[in-house]
């Protein structure tokens, strides 16, 4: 069954609920659970992942969780060239203007390459590496990914 999403569908960002860490983590898009539940990262992987962060020392509470690409339930998957990330990117330079971010983990390659959009190469060749952001990222203030 095909339908046209209307904009109370994009699952919003979930910001910080304690005090902000600096620690932002990006996904591509939401899961179908993401949709389901109605809230950011709390599907399986959002699960999966807030345990691992909490397991680092870090209250998962004081991170930001967000999307790159602004997608409905009904959108197809984001590719680089989309509306959905366009849109995503700038919700997310608004939403993290006044935050100072210092670090970004990426969770797959779509958001890897929103902030080296020029890699050639596959990700799994740059997996568990650390990157210095430039002033032209798409992101401010933000010093690692």
């Known amino acids: 069954m095909n339908s046209i999403a209307s904009p109370t569908d994009v699952l919003p960002n979930l910001p910080p609920t304690a005090p902000f860490s600096g620690l932002v983590v990006l996904a591509e898009a939401p899961s179908q659970d993401d949709h389901e539940n109605h809230k950011a990262f709390s599907g399986s992987v959002g699960r999966y992942i807030r345990h691992a962060i909490r397991a680092a020392g870090i209250d998962p509470d004081s991170c930001f969780f967000g999307y790159c690409a602004a997608t409905t339930r009904f959108s197809p998957k984001p590719t680089f060239d989309s509306i959905e990330l366009t849109e995503g990117l700038s919700t997310l330079r608004s939403e993290l203007a006044n935050l100072e971010v210092t670090t970004i983990l990426t969770l797959g390659s779509l958001p890897f390459k929103c902030f080296y ?29």
């Not at 990157?131 to 990222?137: D, E, K, N, P, R």
Request: a positive charge; proline letters at 10%.
């Open 117 to 145: 959009p020029s890699t050639d190469s596959s990700i799994h060749t740059h997996r568990g590496s650390l990157y210095l952001l430039s002033s032209t990222s798409p992101l401010p203030h933000t010093k690692s990914i």
